[in-house]
């Protein structure tokens, strides 16, 4: 044993040990293996002299009235008495936040340089080796852990790796043949297609060079379709088959999509895009969407809006930016489901966040296969539903309660499509007052400051990986791909963003979302050089590829004028956030990586912008007729029980109660109303945050889906989660002209003429209601890797509703009392398509009795 390393266990005193009873319970459950007994305990290897460590023991490690400690002599007493256990350790790279909350703990007693390592050891009894071989594989997650011999002593806590300057050059690569780079696409596990690469391939024949492997990295990022939504920027050549009534109508929803593209004189060919921005671009136009804030920041949809503050007794209209985002962590969430969940909700706090304005409400809409499946039927190469569904709702609560956001509204869908990678959507709201933001061009000699967060290996590859559909093999070999946030490093970046001093002065900013440094400081300017030796690490030996693509939800990049950086990195210090000027703003036109006095990658923003080879692709739109689900008739009273039984209708009580709706005192609408808390609610709604004052101005939140209605008819499911999402509000209390939508699409991976109109006529159904309305989409976001092996996730298409609404006006849904109940009939045709017309003038009728207090609030 090294004496420098000291070995401490802890565990819960049996009357408080309820996460080993838990898991028993789980264990008995899922793999009907009885546990006689279960111990979990923390073991601590730190690298600390005695004194340090015995004022730690009862302060840090543990608490005297509910742990057990174990140390020294004891420690190596414990080990040797188990019979049988298992020692799970994070597989190195990845975030351990238990091992960083020590350290800065730690570090508030002593300036000294304490070193850590935590694993988590579970001891068994009454269980054979088979049976805890099994066990072993439910809490092994071979994504970011393995199981280490428990006898295991780290001789050293230091880290020995070395910084790295490796940066292959792919010699020959110039004048490869098609078929030579077909086998390197294929070698070099590429996102991006044999045409890309070719493309890749002329523009460094024409700098008379071979690219380096960070080149390569950059591009393949860089056009993924996860950053450049390659797919739905594919040319279209479509052709429809008209067979019922329904088709006619897909059709004629079409005809109104070229008229919009007429109008507007659009020449681009026909894409997916298209179908989803036409109408904002057409509102725009006619003067209708006079409150879209437009600059070249997208990183979230933005509105603004006039906020009713009181101050001492008098109201006063403050102008503001209201954004709103919506994201999914399917690919991470899949494999890893705890940190692919709170990296979700993480990336889609990062976005508004990066506008400098102050994210206060979350929505989670998640989708899964059957909770309920065995363990033993789970298909190979995938994680049990369960552990996936429940771990997840761990950890998007988790990052949520950290950070201090409050989650408004929890929903998740069940569809056995989702066994082939699951659903893990956020949307979030934020605001800032309007006088904070600042939106101006960087030019030549500004600075790049970086902020937060250090760089490491977990993350490197989310981009592409996310662009890809899912293999057996996926589980095993993409570790790198998945984070582990820290919410608590992000909450500084809110923090430093409100403050107004800060915020006035950055010029852009945007945040590292996939990519990491290639395209979060790549996207500020078409002219930059950056200096991958000063951007900050968690650990040695990097290699400037690494460091070049590795993403992260904690770090932000800002433009600073020379002038000013000086005062900003101050502000951050005061928040205890690290800021580091990383890169400068040139006049090139070209992205230069430099490490130290060696050039990594040098390339046109020409040559980065350009998006690859262009895309073209025929769509044969198949014949849809009447879903069956919208044709049920079934009136038989005994068959009630079995309606309500499905998975989709049953109360998620238990899983809301997971999250903090309460946290910011914002929250108008608790997700479970009513006299006992069991009535959920349709729409979330919380206060625009202030600093001062009473705020009368309240913004809400909606969705609408349905799986299983897409599955039968992609058009009406986009057509009708539009409705519902808007329907949704006005129950709510909203008026029908202020609503702004947000999409997002998960689909299979597109790969036939027929799969391509999955997407395409859930688009155009959702062009035709939201026309209607003149409610827009606004922003959105994209997945088409829903396939494993030959499963296919449902055709999903959520629309997010958003608008704002005076406080005094939201209406809750639970019944307030003994009283009348009135149903709004709206007719509808042989398409089943509604009378829209009669709708909006029930919507203006219900805004109209809710302002006039006619419905019960």
Known sequence: MNEDVKIIYVRKKDEFDYESEDLKKEIGNSLNIQVEKLRIYRR???????????????????????????????????????????????????????????????????????????????????????????????????????????????????????????????????????????????????????????VFQEYFRSENRNPNETELSIIDTYWSDHCRHTTFNTGLDIDFEEKTNLDREIKKSFEHYLKLRQELNIKKPISLMSFGTILAKYLRKNGKLEDLEVSSEINACSIKIKVKVEVDGTEELRDYLLMFKNETHNHPTEIEPIGGASTCLGGAIRDPLSGRAFVYQAMRISGAADPFTSVADTLEGKLPQKKITTEAARGYSSYGNQIGLATGYVDEMYHSGYVAKRLEAGAVIAAAPLENVKRIEPVKGDLVILLGGRTGRDGIGGATGSSKSHVVSSIKTESAQVQKGNAPEERKIQRLFRRREAAELIKKCNDFGAGGVSVAIGELSDSIEIYLDRVPLKYEGLKPREIAISESQERMAVVIAPEDSETFIKLAEEENLEATHVATVTDDRRMVMLYKDQIIADMSYEFINSTGAERTQKVKVKSESIPNSLKVEDKNPKNLKEYLSDLNITSKKNLIELFDQSVGRATILSPLGGKNQTVPIQAMAAKIPSFDGDVKTASLMSYGCNPKLSEESQYLGGYYAVIESISKLIATGSSVENIRLSFQEFYERLSTEESWSKPLKSLLGALESSAFFETPPIGGKDSMSGTFEDINVPPTLISFAVSTEDVENIVSPEFKKKGKLGLVEIEYDENFKLNLEKLKENFEKIHKDILEKILSQ
């Open 44 to 198: 601590y290897d730190l690298k600390i002299d005695e004194e340090t460590l015995n004022s730690i023991l009862y302060t840090i490690l543990s608490e005297k009235p509910v742990d057990e400690l174990y140390v020294g002599d004891g420690a190596k007493d414990l080990e040797n008495s188990f019979d049988k256990a298992i020692r799970v350790s994070y597989l190195p790279g990845q975030f351990d936040q238990r091992e960083q909350g020590l350290l800065d703990t730690i570090a508030l007693f002593t300036n000294d340089n304490i070193i850590a390592k935590v694993t988590k050891v579970y001891e068994f009894t009454g269980v054979s080796e088979k049976e805890l071989e099994r066990i072993e594989s439910i809490l092994v997650n071979p994504v970011d852990s393995e199981s280490i011999k428990l006898d295991y002593e780290y001789q050293t806590l230091e880290e020995n790796s070395k910084a790295s300057v490796e940066n292959i050059t792919y010699d020959g690569f110039i004048n490869f043949s098609d078929v030579e780079l077909d086998e390197f696409l294929k070698n070099k596990n590429l996102a991006m297609s044999l045409e890309d690469l070719k």
